[in-house]
């Protein structure tokens, strides 16, 4: 009679308010919920742009939906407060699912000894753990952007690296398509110690802990700046940058396209080959900050500003390493072996140990 009373006292807490929070909580339709808006997260956050500028949003997506980007934390995803929430709680779950089924499973293993049992807790806090160090890599991980042409030196943010660019190749095919990019790298810390190597397309270089990846490459030209036909300075400019005599800031010369092989066609400009045949620079002249004149420039031609004038010559390839850092990387890798190892259990041990205990018996 009194273990009868015992069991209906626990019924009755079990069917309470804070029994049914708990039994939510640690069910699987609340983690299915809580991974369907994980899933959705990181969907968004593949195609959304992460960590651009506010102006990169307005300007690419629209103001409205721009600022819905920002307003939802979308151009952060993985470090956005909800979705840290959401990865907390889905950890929450997890971590009662696991404590409240481990008796269970303890018992299950001390009367059989049959490893297959073990699978499904094992995949549960395999889950756990990659949640975790992923949410800690995405927090924890640092990148830093560098480029320059060949024989360049440059340091690599506030790393305490520097970074030379010993070399830049890229390997054509006969269509004149790339086949690969491939830089020489060698990387220095402040003890003066060196590391060689090359980064291409798929294969990074790995030194002092970064992962170096040669993402992508343009071109670059020499400028010299002449004033009343005075020599003043020589700058290297890239794609996309600018250069100004250091007495006249308020003139400025902006490089905005470069063609190897230029040929204007009724859909606009545009490069037959990569290769330096007709070389051309499209090139913008700048005064107090407004476009005065918009141009293509043929390599050693002065362009004439009153009293100033630019020569742009010798382009040449400049390339731009990706480096990336994220001390977490091991740690979600030994995670992922572990669900991969609790679903074998589950999947292939537990029914063969099942199918062998059957055969047993009959036997």
């Given at each position: 009679?009194?273990?009868?009373?015992?069991?209906?006292?626990?019924?009755?807490?079990?069917?309470?308010?804070?029994?049914?929070?708990?039994k939510f909580l640690k069910g699987m339709p609340f983690s299915f919920i809580l991974l369907g808006i994980i899933i959705l997260a990181c969907i968004f956050g593949s195609i959304i742009p992460q960590g651009q500028t506010v102006n990169y949003y307005m300007e690419s997506y629209g103001a409205s939906k721009g600022g819905l980007i920002i307003g939802l934390g979308m151009d952060h995803v993985f470090t956005a407060g909800w979705f840290l929430a959401i990865a907390g709680l889905l950890c929450l779950n997890l971590i009662l699912c696991s404590v409240s089924r481990i008796g269970s499973v303890l018992k299950a293993w001390g009367k059989?000894?049959?490893?297959?049992?073990?699978?499904?807790?094992?995949?549960?806090?395999?889950?756990?753990?990659?949640?975790?160090?992923?949410?800690?890599?995405?927090?924890?991980?640092?990148?830093?952007?560098?480029?320059?042409?060949?024989?360049?030196?440059?340091?690599?943010?506030?790393?305490?690296?520097?970074?030379?660019?010993?070399?830049?190749?890229?390997?054509?095919?006969?269509?004149?398509?790339?086949?690969?990019?491939?830089?020489?790298?060698?990387?220095?810390?402040?003890?003066?110690?060196?590391?060689?190597?090359?980064?291409?397309?798929?294969?990074?270089?790995?030194?002092?802990?970064?992962?170096?990846?040669?993402?992508?490459?343009?071109?670059?030209?020499?400028?010299?700046?002449?004033?009343?036909?005075?020599?003043?300075?020589?700058?290297?400019?890239?794609?996309?940058?600018?250069?100004?005599?250091?007495?006249?800031?308020?003139?400025?010369?902006?490089?905005?396209?470069?063609?190897?092989?230029?040929?204007?066609?009724?859909?606009?400009?545009?490069?037959?080959?990569?290769?330096?045949?007709?070389?051309?620079?499209?090139?913008?002249?700048?005064?107090?900050?407004?476009?005065?004149?918009?141009?293509?420039?043929?390599?050693?031609?002065?362009?004439?500003?009153?009293?100033?004038?630019?020569?742009?010559?010798?382009?040449?390839?400049?390339?731009?390493?990706?480096?990336?850092?994220?001390?977490?990387?091991?740690?979600?890798?030994?995670?992922?072996?572990?669900?991969?190892?609790?679903?074998?259990?589950?999947?292939?041990?537990?029914?063969?140990?099942?199918?062998?205990?059957?055969?047993?018996?009959?036997?």
């Amino acid at each position: 009679m009194t273990e009868k009373n015992t069991d209906n006292k626990k019924n009755q807490n079990n069917s309470g308010v804070p029994g049914k929070i708990f039994k939510f909580l640690k069910g699987m339709p609340f983690s299915f919920i809580l991974l369907g808006i994980i899933i959705l997260a990181c969907i968004f956050g593949s195609i959304i742009p992460q960590g651009q500028t506010v102006n990169y949003y307005m300007e690419s997506y629209g103001a409205s939906k721009g600022g819905l980007i920002i307003g939802l934390g979308m151009d952060h995803v993985f470090t956005a407060g909800w979705f840290l929430a959401i990865a907390g709680l889905l950890c929450l779950n997890l971590i009662l699912c696991s404590v409240s089924r481990i008796g269970s499973v303890l018992k299950a293993w001390g009367k059989n000894k049959s490893i297959g049992i073990w699978g499904s807790w094992i995949t549960h806090l395999g889950i756990l753990l990659l949640i975790i160090t992923f949410i800690a890599g995405q927090m924890t991980a640092s990148e830093e952007v560098v480029y320059g042409i060949a024989g360049s030196s440059q340091p690599l943010g506030n790393t305490g690296l520097t970074i030379d660019i010993d070399s830049f190749k890229v390997n054509l095919r006969e269509d004149f398509t790339v086949e690969q990019y491939i830089a020489g790298l060698t990387i220095s810390n402040e003890k003066g110690e060196e590391k060689s190597g090359t980064a291409s397309v798929n294969n990074p270089f790995k030194a002092f802990g970064y992962s170096f990846y040669q993402d992508s490459m343009g071109w670059a030209n020499y400028v010299d700046i002449y004033k009343n036909g005075e020599y003043v300075k020589t700058d290297l400019i890239c794609t996309g940058e600018y250069t100004f005599p250091d007495d006249m800031p308020s003139l400025v010369l902006f490089l905005q396209a470069f063609y190897p092989d230029f040929e204007d066609t009724a859909e606009g400009f545009r490069t037959k080959t990569p290769l330096l045949n007709n070389p051309r620079s499209l090139y913008g002249i700048y005064y107090s900050g407004q476009l005065v004149n918009i141009d293509l420039a043929v390599m050693d031609e002065p362009i004439i500003v009153h009293d100033y004038s630019f020569v742009l010559y010798d382009p040449t390839e400049y390339t731009l390493i990706v480096a990336k850092k994220d001390p977490m990387a091991p740690f979600v890798g030994i995670s992922a072996l572990v669900v991969v190892a609790g679903l074998f259990l589950s999947l292939y041990v537990k029914p063969w140990e099942q199918k062998r205990r059957k055969e047993n018996e009959e036997s």
